[in-house]
């Protein structure tokens, strides 16, 4: 599904990723872990194209997409949701999601000044299709609030719905926990869950390492750039190195 | 709701129509403030697109009206086309200048854009100073032919006013269903945060090039009705920064997302002179007094609303009638 491969990427001086290869199959659920300023999110800006490298190469389905701009992406099927969330709060909610699914594109300039019976059918399929969205995060009783209204907790889940609405193949999730208290984070384990269940494979990083575990078939670590591990969670349990390295002495963490 | 929509364009339409038989036979009142009300609209609406609904500033929206306006005028007089093909044709123009300049210039944000975009606007009108062969200087051109349709020309100020207002509420009306659909949905995704609507898969460059082409188009096509269905003179003087300002706030008292605020806004900025002239009379002041008391007023109003009702006057309507 996906493939990095040798990708190295610098800023300025500093050596962000550093040779870095890996693969995500078809509806597989792999994790991505290591410290802060290992490259995590650094390597999804790279894969989506936010930031340009000049090293290695990135395929989609065995395409390559390392000089396509992130909108081609997207609608290739890999998207991306955001560490700090980055809702559309000009929209409501309802309009977050339907400006996503791809249908919404049939309706261009002139579609858009003249509805046509055809464009007031493709609004319907599109609306219906963001509900249904909406519903899998648990956000369709809100679907009419202002998006920077909602809580925290809410904007993010309804940046999944966001990525869900572009129908993707392949789902980038950049720390879907941080912020979250435990209840919000227990709902969206469960929607990653439902998302992957329907046949979507999901890329994520996370600092919440007791959730990580339970989710991910494989999980890679990262740190300083390099990738030094890539295991079943039981054997990245098991590596005392990268614990003892990169989350401390204390094992409590990941029970 | 639908009964409503209706009932509210029969509503403006009517007083479109009645307005200028009552100001001339009711009151005797000049024509020249309802006319330029006219065009104001055309020009707030189609800024609005760009600047309300997709959050790109231009302080030089009054290069396409300008624009179009020479480009009719000059096909027309020099060129010797017919009115109603030198006005098409004008537009046209518009819209190429406005492709050739948003495209360079809409990979910039916020203050770059916003220099940029003024420094063209004045570049242009610095152009049509200087390019005498072609616009006739700081004089202008004058004698412009009004719009003929077969034997018949629409000469008269009452002529003007209709042809104006008649393509001014088709504009606000076709403006205001694209500024609600996907695309203009997607113009206020685009607006919230760009990263995150190229990720949802909008293609943010094109869009933005779109749209800003479009309004130019728009500008354009009411530069080239100021040419051939106004006063048929045009000088540099009119089409330079202090028109852009005026456009700008006009969109910025409507309310930046509303179509029919912007439409509000060059209505209230197209009154506005008038009233304080009025109010200069009464003082006893002299015509530059008034002059500067006029643009000191755009500045003032711009300042107070976007302090105070950054929303505009739709949003701080709507705001009251759900707190009611």
Not at chain 1, 104 to 129: C, D, H, K, Y
Request: net charge neutral; with cysteine; proline share 3%.
């Amino acid at each position: 599904m996906l493939e990095v491969q040798a990708v190295s990427c610098h800023f300025g001086g500093l050596v962000a990723l550093d040779n870095v290869s890996l693969r995500v199959e078809e509806n597989e659920l792999v994790g991505l872990m290591g410290p802060n300023g290992a490259g995590k999110t650094t390597l999804f800006n790279v894969i989506n194209s936010f930031v340009p490298f000049r090293e290695g190469k990135v395929y989609l389905k065995g395409e390559e997409i390392s000089s396509l701009t992130p909108h081609m992406i997207t609608r290739k099927g890999l998207v991306r949701t955001f560490q700090d969330i980055r809702v559309f709060g000009w929209l409501s909610v309802l309009e977050n999601a339907e400006v996503a699914v791809p249908l919404n594109r049939n309706i261009g300039f002139w579609r858009g000044m003249l509805p046509t019976p055809g464009a007031r059918l493709t609004q319907e399929s599109v609306r219906q299709r963001a509900a249904e969205c909406l519903d899998l995060v648990g956000l369709s009783g809100l679907s009419e609030r202002n998006a920077r209204s909602l809580t925290f907790g809410q904007q993010r889940l309804l940046g999944v719905a966001r990525a869900l609405a572009t129908e993707p193949d392949i789902l980038l999730l950049d720390e879907p926990s941080s912020g979250l208290n435990q209840e919000e984070t227990e709902i969206l384990a469960e929607v990653i869950r439902e998302i992957h269940q329907r046949n979507i494979a999901i890329f994520i990083i996370e600092h919440h390492i007791g959730m990580l575990m339970n989710l991910a078939e494989r999980i890679i670590v990262l740190d300083r750039g390099k990738k030094i591990m890539e295991g079943t969670p039981a054997e990245v349990r098991e590596e005392e190195g990268v614990i003892k390295a990169y989350f401390g002495e204390k094992k409590k963490w990941l029970t | 709701m639908r009964g409503a929509f209706l009932l509210k364009w029969i509503v403006l339409t009517a007083a479109v129509i009645l307005c200028p038989i009552i100001l001339e036979y009711g009151f005797s009142y000049s024509l020249e403030p309802a006319l330029q009300a006219g065009f104001f609209i055309i020009l707030s609406v189609s800024l609005a697109l760009v600047v309300g609904l997709t959050g790109q500033i231009s302080w030089g929206h009054a290069a396409f009206f300008g624009i179009g306006a020479y480009g009719a005028a000059i096909l027309a007089t020099r060129g010797n086309l017919p009115v109603v093909l030198a006005i098409p044709a004008g537009t046209l123009v518009g819209l190429a200048a406005g492709f050739l300049i948003g495209y360079p210039v809409l990979r910039l944000k916020s203050y770059y854009l916003a220099l940029a975009t003024l420094v063209i606007g004045i570049a242009v009108q610095e152009f049509f100073k200087a390019a005498d062969f072609l616009t006739g200087g700081e004089i202008g051109l004058y004698d412009l032919p009004d719009i003929k349709l077969g034997s018949f020309e629409l000469s008269s100020a009452f002529s003007h006013y209709y042809v104006v207002w008649m393509f001014a509420l088709i504009i606000v009306f076709f403006c205001d269903r694209l500024s609600k659909s996907f695309l203009g949905k997607r113009l206020r995704a685009i607006h919230s945060d760009e990263g995150a609507a190229e990720s949802a898969g909008i293609d943010v460059p094109r869009m933005k090039l779109g749209i800003f082409t479009f309004s130019a188009a728009i500008a354009a096509f009411a530069g080239t009705l100021f040419a051939h269905c106004s006063y048929g003179t045009i000088a540099p003087g009119e089409f330079g920064v202090v028109l852009s300002i005026k456009i700008i706030t006009m969109v910025v008292i409507g309310g930046m997302f509303s179509v029919y605020g912007a439409a509000m806004g060059a209505v209230i900025i197209a009154l506005l002179p008038e009233m304080i002239r009025r109010l200069g009379d009464l003082a006893h002041m002299d015509l530059t007094q008034i002059t500067h008391l006029q643009d000191i007023a755009f500045g003032v109003i711009l300042v107070i609303f976007v302090i105070f009702a950054p929303q505009g006057l739709i949003g701080k309507m709507r705001m009251s009638r759900t707190n009611a």
